[in-house]
């Protein structure tokens, strides 16, 4: 039995937030044979002070040092000169010695979860986190909590600029009211994975229900509330879950992080007059629908994508061959709704598509935080693949119809362990597909590697110039293909024109080769695909194609103009 000799002692405990306070407790009475009877509990950080009755008890939880708690290892210091909280003395009433204990244990929660490098503050999963726990706070207590942490944040961490209440299973914002008159310069918000089932519910953050609205909100994550899965899936759903959010906040850029058109300018309010504001922006350079190095590159991809596209539709199990016995292939699953100015009125992509089959095999890496899952998910080898493949629904890609895909393929050079490195075709697609079975028109983009077939390999025996090392398939709802279409009224208006290739035919022209287009397009008033028959007719010899062009112009048919 200890003696009851000398006055309090204060110890600091590290190492503890593995557990609870009152798993800790169970620990220490445990480890030393009896109730450590601590009297005082205060949090600084990650650091736990406790009151014990006497230095005696306190020699015995310092000899505990080093013991292993909850997967970490438990610290003990007696403090000679013990921190001041401001909870003891005379006429401190139990009440107010509460409230200081809980400001105590506030402080180091967000000690923990606060980053001054970004100003941000990460209040996701509270309900998980071992200090909220500790405190025994239940659901009808959850509004006051959120009051309490958002006013002693607003003291502690006056500029924060991005919030996180993820994953708190919220279903109303009342606790959250305050945050414009907190954090007047919120900018990006997150309330993600709640049980928010109706948009009045942000009528609290936005001016139709604050008089301090979110008036410098820019981006908001909305994903995981049955009010945005509702929505998404009603006709039109995707145009109409825009509309609903940029009535609240206008100032918005980025909604479930995707792009929208802001209705007005962060820190003012719309004037209603969007057409007049809202400014169309323009890229310096006309779009093109793909690019490609070089003519051998072209050539290349032309033959592979062709091959690839055939066999996947027609005959998937034949892709064996082409996969390097070390290759690697993720599947990635955008469940996000298309935010374009075609997804909103397209029926393709309002229609509601079931991912399921897709998504137990995907690998997005915002949505998959599990290590082991990211492992497992990333398919490796050859059989693996193909069984992965082969499990995934039939497509029919309409390669038929060129104007649906973009490509750009360039080389590049990647290392090699132990040897030296190996020049490689980089292919990014982009295009849609149709599910068999389903009739779902999905939007896909998908990144090769390939590198040339080595000699004896399955690939050579089937005449297959290249091999894939790495293949990344992201799929999502249907967008349309018009992004890509070539675009002559991009750049400045005075710009001169530039020969825009039929995609079909990819061609792939060096600067020299599109100077001489673009002079001669301009001289002849041929259209692009003409310039080209007339530039390698005459073996891009410009100066015979210039001089010969008025004897020839008469035999020419009229769709080779303007």
Known sequence: MVSNTGGSAQVSIKGWRGGTEDSLKKFLDNKIG???????????????YITVPNTNIAEELLNLSGIRFAGDKLSFQLKTHPVKFGTGGAGRDAVSNDSAKLKDRLIALLQTRADMQSNSLDLSALGQDNIIISLGTDSQQEDKMFKAILA???????????????????????????????????????????MLSDF??????????????????????????????????????????????QQRFPTIKMLDMNPVVPLAQPGTAPTGNTSDETV????????????????DIGDLVNTFLAGFFG??????????????????????????????????????????VDFSVYIRQSRNLTRVKYAQKRISTLVVGRTSIMQTLLQLPGTAHPIQDAQRFSYDAWQTDVPVTGGPSQTVAIV???????????????????VFALAPSPPGSPAAAVGSPCIITNDQLTIRRYNGFESWIPSAGAGASTAAPTATVNPAVNYSLSPEQQEMARVLQEQTGLNAEWTLKCLESYGWNFQQAITEFPQARSTLPPEAFQ
């Open 34 to 48: 009896h109730p450590v009877n601590i009297m005082d509990v205060h949090y600084r950080g990650e650091i736990m």
């Open 152 to 194: 002693l944040a607003s003291q502690i961490y006056p500029g924060l600029v991005t919030i996180s209440f993820a994953n708190n299973g919220l279903r109303s914002l009342g606790g959250i009211a305050d945050l414009g008159k907190n954090f007047p310069n919120i900018r990006n918000l997150s309330l993600m994975n709640n």
């Open 200 to 245: 009045g519910a942000l009528d609290c953050l936005s001016s139709r229900g604050s008089t301090v609205p979110l008036k410098h909100l820019e981006e908001l994550i909305l994903v995981g509330n049955p009010m945005t899965e509702n929505e998404l899936r009603q006709p039109n759903g995707g145009a109409s879950y825009v509309e609903k959010v």
């Open 280 to 295: 169309v922006k323009q890229l310096p350079f006309a779009t093109e629908q793909s690019f490609v190095e070089n003519q």
């Open 311 to 352: 066999l996947y539709d027609g005959n998937r199990s034949g892709l064996a061959d082409i996969y390097d016995h070390t290759a690697q292939f993720s599947l990635v699953v955008d469940t996000t709704h298309p935010t374009s100015t075609f997804a909103q009125t397209s029926p393709d992509s309002q229609k509601h």
């Open 428 to 446: 990014v697609v982009h295009g849609e597909f149709v599910e068999q079975g389903t009739n779902n028109l999905i939007s896909f983009d998908r």
